[in-house]
């Protein structure tokens, strides 16, 4: 199947600072990809959908400041998590519709990220 | 409005014995769904997915699920579990009213076999 891969797998960062998820899609464009964040014990929750050369569509109650989506090439979308807080740890996974494999979403490995 | 409720937190089987993961969909369209499996530190992997083509639609691994429109379910089997199914499993629907098709998760099914 189609590959999308995610970077960093575990991050700890500081509170205040800024930490950077990239998705890449390997072997296939994907014009659209989607951010998720799970808590512990819960299901994946959508954040926003990130469109190619457009900016990304936030879901109801997630800050589109603090969470800013860059989706500047067809095999590429970033989140960056902005002046990080403990409670913005959590596991963020991202994926990417396949345009050619009846619009098939395939999920990246996901992200732990830790704010300390 | 889409959603799926799964209808257990963990099930617990043992090795080579049946397994069943239960899942009801609400929608307002004739739905697409989905199960997805995650295993520890790793992404999500689809295992099957129904478009509104055979009912009975099977997946990958020996998992197989049926749309049953009349119970407004979509249960996932496996007629003998084995030791790497251990995993947590997602019912999805594809939300159709939402941003462009995205996907509705389930609150997941822990599965643990015992050997």
């Known amino acids: 199947g189609a590959v999308v891969s995610q970077h960093p797998s575990r991050v700890i960062c500081k509170s205040g600072t800024s930490v950077k998820i990239e998705c890449r899609s390997l072997?296939?464009?994907?014009?659209?990809m989607f951010w998720y964040r799970q808590f512990p014990k819960q299901s994946l929750m959508l954040m926003a959908t990130s469109n190619e050369g457009s900016k990304a569509t936030y879901e109801q109650g997630v800050e589109k400041d603090k969470f800013l989506i860059n989706h500047a090439s067809l095999t590429l979308s970033t989140l960056t998590v902005t002046s990080a807080h403990p409670e913005d740890s959590s596991f963020y996974i991202c994926?990417?519709?396949?345009?050619?494999?009846?619009?098939?979403?395939?999920f990246g490995e996901g992200s732990w990220l830790t704010v300390v | 409005a889409q959603s799926v409720t799964q209808l257990d937190s963990h099930v617990s089987v043992s090795e080579g014995t049946p397994v069943l993961l239960r899942c009801n969909y609400s929608s307002s369209y004739s739905p697409s769904l989905f199960w997805y499996v995650q295993h520890p530190n790793k992404g999500l992997q689809l295992l099957l997915k129904y478009t509104s083509a055979a009912t009975l639609v099977k997946g990958i691994n020996g998992f197989e699920a049926e749309f049953k429109k009349s119970e407004t379910s979509f249960h996932l089997t496996k007629p003998s579990a084995h030791m790497s199914d251990a995993a947590e499993y997602f019912c999805v629907v594809r939300n159709y009213g939402g941003s462009q098709g995205n996907l509705i998760f389930g609150k997941g099914t822990k599965l643990s076999v015992k050997p």
């Open positions: 994926s990417a519709r396949h345009p050619s494999s009846g619009n098939t979403i395939y």
């Open positions: 072997d296939f464009q994907a014009t659209t």
